[in-house]
């Protein structure tokens, strides 16, 4: 697969604010210059895959076709297992058509109370990311990653975006939502995916 270079200009194919910041944080050490897809007024796709992976190719082919650009794509999420993986490939539908993650938050808490997972060890959850580079021509290739952890309630923190409060990264006593940005950047699961897609980027003063 082709590489970027230093100075090339990249779309950020997604309309979630926070999710925006946190790629432009993790691209700007390489010299990518990013700009989202509501900087180029791009529509957002609906998306019609069954998996992450599905998910992050679908928005990345759609906003490299229509900028003309390589595009950079993220479809991520909250996995539980007391709720059969729930919310999963759904984790911002649950926060309704607002965007409201206090409301997604409480929507996780009140399923975990209905089925008695109280305890640590009846809350593990995991995040996961996908990663996908697609150029304007279909080409495409998606990187993932995960962090595991439990959950807790009530949210603590507010740095981060999404459920971040409410997870605890295992072997840690900071929630997401707790951590400084960039602690969180060096082990979250979007971390996790962007240090395997990184070998796609030629630049000669990346860090190593």
Known sequence: MRK???GD?????????????EIKELLAPFGIEAISAVDLDLAEPVETET????????????AA??????ALSDDSGLAVEALEGAPGIHSARWAGRMRDFALAMRNVEERLQARGATSPDKRNAHFTCALCLAWPDGEAQVFEGRVDGTLVWPPRGTHGFGYDPVFLPEGEDETFGEMEPQRKHAMSHRARAFARFMHLIENDDSPR
């Open 51 to 62: 998996s992450f992976a599905g998910n992050a190719r679908l928005k990345a082919l759609a």
């Open 65 to 70: 076709r229509a900028a003309g650009l390589p």
């Open 9 to 21: 200009r990249l779309v950020v194919a997604s309309h979630n604010a926070g999710k925006v910041r």
């Open 4 to 6: 970027l270079n230093k």
